[in-house]
């Protein structure tokens, strides 16, 4: 009697077969809802990108918006304030890095804005040492004339660099724009 050759398929490999492709198949279609819950949902996705109209600040103002549930401060600085933060030396800096998501550079205060618009700040106000959100109200901007974090002293200069205190990086600069003189778009 001949024996069956070894690298013929049975009828036992080829159940083996079917039977792990449909775990595979099964696995992935139960997975899947859980994975796909995970996507944000359109409210979410509606706060992508915010539009502010700055056309009511004044030079030295502040406001305060909310940008995927973080706190975003856009400051219309000064012309004192812009010279400060322009004479800041970076070998004065804890972070030389800008963080700003719109142009890579240094922390020089041309970094942290945009070109044409120097007087306009706009940064995520959440302290970068432990997530607090700074202070910037008059009397409360701390040493350097910026922001105050008053959960552990970190203090920020008006061009939002960390100047004193805990935290290790400047404040970060979302992407914006702005669309029109009067609007900005944030995200």
């Known amino acids: 009697m001949a024996e069956a050759s070894s690298t ?10 079917a039977t792990g492709a449909m775990g595979v ?16 949902d359109a409210a979410a996705l509606a706060l992508a990108a915010v539009e502010v109209n700055v056309s009511s600040l004044e030079q030295g103002q502040s406001l305060k918006v909310k940008w995927r549930g973080k706190s975003v401060f ?16 970076l070998e004065d800096l ?18 942290r804005s945009v070109p044409g618009r120097e007087a306009w700040i706009v940064m995520i106000g959440v302290c ?15 040493d350097y004339g910026g922001w105050f974090c008053p959960c552990h002293g970190s203090h920020y200069d008006t061009a939002g660099r960390i100047r004193r205190g805990p ?11 702005f669309i029109t003189e009067d609007l900005l778009k944030i995200g």
């Open 8 to 17: 013929e398929p049975t009828r036992r490999d080829f159940l083996v077969l």
């Open 25 to 40: 198949v099964g696995t992935a279609g139960l997975a899947w809802p859980f994975i796909a819950q995970m996507n944000p």
């Open 74 to 89: 856009v400051r219309y600085r000064t012309e004192k304030e812009i010279e400060e933060a322009r004479a800041v030396s």
């Open 94 to 111: 804890p972070d030389p890095d800008a963080r700003n998501a719109n142009i890579a550079g240094d922390a020089g205060d041309a970094n």
């Open 128 to 142: 970068t040492h432990l997530g607090c959100v700074p202070i910037g109200d008059e009397g409360n901007r701390g």
């Open 167 to 177: 935290a290790p990086e400047n404040l970060h600069i979302p992407p914006f724009e």
